[in-house]
């Protein structure tokens, strides 16, 4: 039996996976930036293509069974069993179905490395399959430090012997080995922090975790697809060189993304499930979740665009500067899924994955065919197929399948206007600036100065027109400080 949910329980767990998730952020970013002074864009463009072609067995292994977990009130001993004997023999199933396909992706592209990479991050995928049930135990039982340390600790030491291996020369090993050793030490953690061992498999009443989880593995292995294919059409057609400084880019715009709307998903949807039969609430629910999200992301994406061309060339070195053509491109693409991570949030909450899944592929579809189409036209037209895959889904959402669940859509637009005009504002000040005055300056300097502007100027939209929204951002660190001295759980 699931623990009674507290306000105060929730925000202690928001407060510490998402404090633990900027912290993922920075170590990520620590991670780009010394391996990419130790390793050249050609094996990062490597890894990048072997990764992105099987690595839709990561999706398959979950098989959207955590967030079927994750919305259940209730889940009996066997039921939580029978999902973790599923994962793990899926993801076992995956590992050796990748090893086997090491050879054939290997001639299809024709660069022998891709056996090696494809080989050591097989693997993985069995570990985080197995580890699914484990983190879902823990995220049922609200012990949130513990779930985070499992992550945190596992990217810790994948970052490190990445690194390692690294300065002793391994290259693009040592970027596919770090999946693998990041996975299993999360896998380790978590069974011990989780504190719960798994029953045989035996007969339970499966059906309604199953159907939702299949339904909502469409969605979310469209979503991979097409996440991936713009890695696999530029290894196709352009160097690894190019598949590196395209995949740096891409993961610089997405980690904000990543780091934080994915993980807050843990703590928002049971909350938004348990409301789900009153659409008033959940709506209520919906409107607070996206303006906080939509500050804090599009805050970040339009930094990246102010302060990219300093940025690469500071922490990353000279080599990366040819991926700064990308970035703006694809920070226009993350502006679309922000303001529409609320639908995903409520398609979720009210148990209709068919609509989740068909608001997906209605952009997802047309994302593929325009970026076959541009990819052997230029590689910046990878990045613009993207862009327009994410439009085309923000559009399906609000105008066909949010209101037909019942979202108040136009609240949720109007929640997102200050956000975009803060950024928006902050943005092309700040970039106006940058090119009026700052590109001479040194590098570092430019980059100080760039994001100096920037702050500036979003203060001072803020100041103007954003003050309901710096109040409910106050009321919420307020919030979450008072709480987090109460009920607190020993660290593992």
């Given at each position: 039996?699931?623990?009674e949910?507290?306000?105060?329980s929730r ?8 404090s633990t998730q900027?912290?993922?952020?920075v170590?990520q970013i ?7 002074r130790?390793?050249g864009p050609a094996d990062?463009?490597?890894v990048?293509?072997?990764l ?9 292994g979950?098989?959207?069974l ?10 009996t001993?066997q039921?939580?069993?029978n ?6 023999a ?13 050879v054939?992706i290997?001639?299809?592209f024709?660069d022998d490395?891709?056996i ?8 993985a995928?069995?570990?985080r ?9 823990l995220n049922r039982e609200?012990?949130?430090r513990?779930?985070a ?7 810790a030491?994948?970052v490190?012997?990445a690194?390692?291996?690294a300065l002793?020369g391994?290259?693009?090993?040592a970027?596919?080995?770090?999946g693998?050793?990041?996975?299993a030490v999360?896998l ?5 922090a989780?504190g ?6 035996r ?7 199953l159907?939702f ?8 292995a ?7 294919v713009?890695?696999?059409a530029m ?8 598949v590196?400084?395209y995949?740096?880019a ?12 994915a ?5 928002v ?10 659409l008033?609430?959940l709506?209520?629910a919906l409107v607070r ?17 102010v302060?990219g061309a300093?940025?690469?060339q500071?922490?990353?070195?000279p080599?990366?500067?040819?991926a700064?053509?990308?970035l703006?491109v ?10 529409a ?12 994955s068919?609509t989740?899944?068909l608001s997906e592929i ?11 189409l541009?990819?052997p ?5 990878v990045?613009w197929g993207?862009?327009a895959?994410q439009?085309?889904?923000?559009a399906s959402g609000?105008f ?22 803060v ?8 970039w ?21 502007a920037w702050f500036?100027l ?5 100041a103007?027109?954003?003050r309901?929204d ?8 307020r919030?979450m400080?008072?709480r987090?001295?109460g009920?607190?759980?020993?660290p593992?």
């Open positions: 039996m699931q623990p949910r507290s306000a105060g925000a202690r767990g928001a407060t510490v996976l998402l900027w912290l993922r952020y170590l620590a991670n780009i930036v010394l391996l990419a130790l390793i990062f463009g490597v990048s293509l072997g992105a072609i099987v690595g839709i067995a990561s999706v398959l979950d098989f959207g955590s967030l079927a977990a994750l919305r259940e009130k209730t889940l001993q039921q939580k069993s999902l973790l004997w599923i994962n793990t899926i993801g076992a199933g995956l590992a050796a179905l990748v090893a086997a396909a090491a054939p290997a001639q299809a024709g490395r891709l090696a990479v494809v080989l050591i991050a097989a693997p995928y069995l570990f399959a197995a580890a699914v049930q484990f983190q879902v135990e609200e012990r949130f513990r779930l340390a499992s992550e945190l600790g596992g990217d030491v994948g490190v012997s690194v390692i291996l002793l391994w290259g693009y090993v970027l596919a080995l770090q693998a050793i990041a996975a999360s380790a953690w978590a069974c011990r989780a719960w061992r798994p029953s045989r498999p007969r339970a009443p499966m059906r309604r975790l159907t989880g299949v339904s909502t593995l469409g969605a979310h469209a979503h991979y697809v097409t996440t991936n713009d890695t696999i290894g196709a057609w352009y160097s690894s060189a190019t590196g400084l995949s740096r891409y993961q610089l715009v997405m980690l904000p993304l990543q780091q934080v709307a993980p807050l998903t843990r703590v949807l049971p909350r938004l499930a348990e409301v789900a039969d009153d008033v609430a709506n209520d979740a996206q303006r906080l999200v939509s500050h804090a992301l599009l805050a970040v994406t339009g930094l990246l665009v302060c300093p940025l690469i500071v922490v990353l070195g080599a990366w500067v040819p700064m053509q990308y703006p694809l920070a226009a693409g993350t502006v679309f899924q922000t303001i991570y609320a639908y995903y949030w409520g398609f979720a909450a009210l148990g209709r068919g989740l899944f209605v952009g997802r579809i047309p994302m593929v065919a325009l970026i076959l541009w990819a036209l230029s590689p910046v037209g990045a993207v862009v895959g439009v085309l889904i923000w609000t066909v399948f949010a209101p037909r669940a019942g979202l108040r859509v136009p609240e949720l637009i109007q929640t997102a206007i200050v956000p975009l005009m950024s928006g504002v902050a943005t092309a000040g700040a106006g600036l940058d090119v009026a005055v700052l590109t001479e300056l040194p590098p570092i300097v430019r980059l100080f100065a760039a994001c100096a500036a979003a203060a001072g939209v803020l103007v027109c954003g309901r710096v109040g409910l951002m106050r009321a919420v660190v919030s400080t008072a987090r001295g009920a607190a759980e020993a593992t």
